[in-house]
């Protein structure tokens, strides 16, 4: 590590003891002090805000890209989510062919190994499916659906790192699939899921450790027939929740913020930062109006529009602090996966950052600290 330091960010800045009027110290990659006045827990926040970087562990697309689009389009898709302050990002597969999956996973595992200048620290992929169940497709293809394949996943994982897999348990060879993911260190959720609460319960005691995209394409809340959705209520302690405010309305949000102690934010983001109109998505036609996308019955929600700039500041919208919604978008996901030096900002983190004004708006973006560009503080919708 360099030790001259070559960045100094200043503003208000949160850090794993509170708030810090002043300055953080940036060498090379990674923060060396953060230096400035203590700020009393009831003090008025003034000026620019200095926040940990946004995580995003659940994202398809935006920018025109998506998953499928061979490397030069994933890193499209991780360059827009940068430039609106993701510094960390999985980017996340859906069903398909075994070989657009496998080709998808090749070109993760190369944009994680040379990060090029303006793009987000890929963690590594988020593998939704096919292991799922095709009686909760949400939005994806139910004729690419497998019942689990512990060779295939294994070739997979030998392929690219994989950080976050969705797979219901319940299918045929789910238990399988889930054990041999979580033995590389993957954090297995269920998601597309019709469960009940025993065989998640044994489940959770199988290698899995999340739920994907909480409340969308899960059984529900019924209250003599409980399922995905109320075990995760009455057990989880870690949820993904996609926070555009369509998916899931925002007083089921905050009943899920006080129910799981480490629920986190996602975009599940697929056409975010392109006009209305239709596109192609996971093989499908999607229709994008305004914040919602769907497939062409207008119905069925087939990702969001959102960046994790817009989840932090929905979050702030309906009544959390600017800590928990901090909290929700970088520390807690960086928790999920055990990485100490993501989310916080204090010495030896990663210089990942970002920098907003009064108004939430983004100012200045930090990747390993490298300063990105954001983008221009128009709306993503």
Known sequence: MNAKATETPEGTILTSDGWIKGRVDIAGREIVAVRGEALAPDAKLEGALILPGFIDLHVHGGGGADWQDGEEGIRNFVRFHTSYGTTAIAPTTATGPVRVIE????????IAEARRPGEA?????HLEGPFVNPRKPGAMNVSYMLDGDVALVKRWAEKCKIVVATVAPEIPGGYDVAKALAATGCRVQVGHSIATPDLLEEAFQFGFSGVTHLFNAMSQMEHRAPGVAAYALARAR?????SDLVHVDATVLLAAYRAIPRLYAITDASAAGMPDGNYQWGG???IKKGLRITLENGTTLAGSA???LDAFQNLVRIGLSLEQASDMTAARPAEYLGLSNLGRI????????????????LEAVWVDGESVAPASQTATS
């Open 103 to 110: 080709r998808a996973l090749s070109d993760i595992a190369a």
């Open 306 to 308: 959102i960046t994790m």
């Open 238 to 242: 870690f949820a993904e929740m996609i």
């Open 121 to 125: 620290f890929v963690l590594g992929a």
């Open 346 to 361: 204090e010495p030896g983190a990663r210089a990942c950052l970002v920098k907003l004004d009064s108004a939430l708006r």
């Open 284 to 286: 499908h036609r999607i």
